[in-house]
């Protein structure tokens, strides 16, 4: 087992996952993506409360959160374009140019009673790593979003207020 093959190997993976993510939130707007899924909640609950009520205004607000889902489902996808060919390039070219045995297919380390290969392992630490921050990242913006919508609400609470 190379320990220094390893530890370049949790370095590189380390800084792939963050640049990553930090592409992600570049092509993408994470509060927004997370407002969309707050109202497609909301909206999900009225519409649970108009199937029995109200057939047609059932099926309009139901294609409206479709539409909505679509949208954010593209906006989720637009990083891959550039993140996957990175991936790509790192995985099958920078690497085992960089590391003899690289892409070799006999488990040369055990992480928690698994034999891994070095590219089994480097994918590991991508998929923690980014699966880490990610929920990291997303649980604060979330708080952000939930706040900054709550303010709007008890402003516009206070304007409708004043003007009565």
Request: glycine content about 2%; cysteine-free; hydrophobic content about 45%.
């Amino acid at each position: 087992m190379n320990m220094d093959m390893i530890l370049y190997l949790m370095l590189i993976g380390i800084v792939y996952a963050l640049i990553a993510i930090v592409i992600q939130r570049k092509l993408t707007n994470p509060l927004k993506s997370i407002e969309v899924q707050i109202i497609m909640q909301e909206r999900l609950k009225e519409i649970k409360d108009l199937a029995a009520t109200d057939k047609e205004l059932y099926t309009k607000k139901q294609q409206e959160v479709s539409k909505m889902m679509m949208d954010n489902m593209k906006q989720q996808f637009k990083p891959l374009i550039v993140t996957f060919p990175m991936f790509l390039g790192v995985f099958y070219l920078l690497l085992p140019y960089l590391f003899s045995g690289f892409l070799a297919t006999t488990p040369e380390l055990t992480i928690l009673s698994m034999p891994l290969t070095y590219s089994q392992f480097f994918i590991a630490i991508i998929f923690v790593i980014g699966m880490v921050a990610s929920l990291t990242l997303q649980s604060r913006d979330k708080k952000k979003v939930i706040k900054r919508r709550a303010q709007e609400t008890n402003q516009t609470n206070n304007n409708v207020s004043q003007s009565q």
